[in-house]
């Protein structure tokens, strides 16, 4: 299992999220590239939050290919179009990740490929191997 690296001489996380994460010896990485808030169908939400869920979903996807799960996400990178859909993407990642909270970092951008989508989701896995 991965471990939360929290250094007590630097100011703690604003949100629930690890400083690092040190994973062990001979787990598997999967690095997932960023996911839109597409389904399979082509549908896009309107709402961050929405488009949030899709991502993770596809997330979820890409890792159980590797035989692994959201609970092995060791590292989140995300991308919102704007200062306002802050409180809706933090509101669906904290739905989905206990403690020990993977690294994270959220970013304002100006925009994606496509207008209408308002949030982009990367993800770092470490696991056991599939069998």
């Not at 604003?14 to 169908?41: E, K, M, R």
């Amino acid at each position: 299992m991965a471990t939360p690296l929290s250094p007590i001489d630097i100011h703690p996380p604003f949100a629930p999220y690890s400083h690092g994460i040190s994973v062990p010896p001979g787990q598997q990485l999967v690095f997932v590239s960023g996911q839109l808030g597409i389904d399979a169908s082509g549908v896009v939400p309107v709402d961050c939050a929405g488009q949030a869920h899709i991502c993770f979903d596809n997330i979820a996807a890409v890792l159980r290919e590797a035989g692994l799960g959201l609970q092995h996400v060791v590292r989140i990178n995300a991308y919102v179009s704007g200062r306002e859909h802050l409180p809706a993407y933090m509101g669906v990642r904290n739905t989905l990740f206990a403690a020990p909270f993977p690294a994270s970092t959220l970013m304002i951008v100006s925009g994606f490929a496509r207008p209408e989508f308002v949030v982009e989701i990367e993800a770092v896995a470490a696991g056991p191997m599939k069998e």
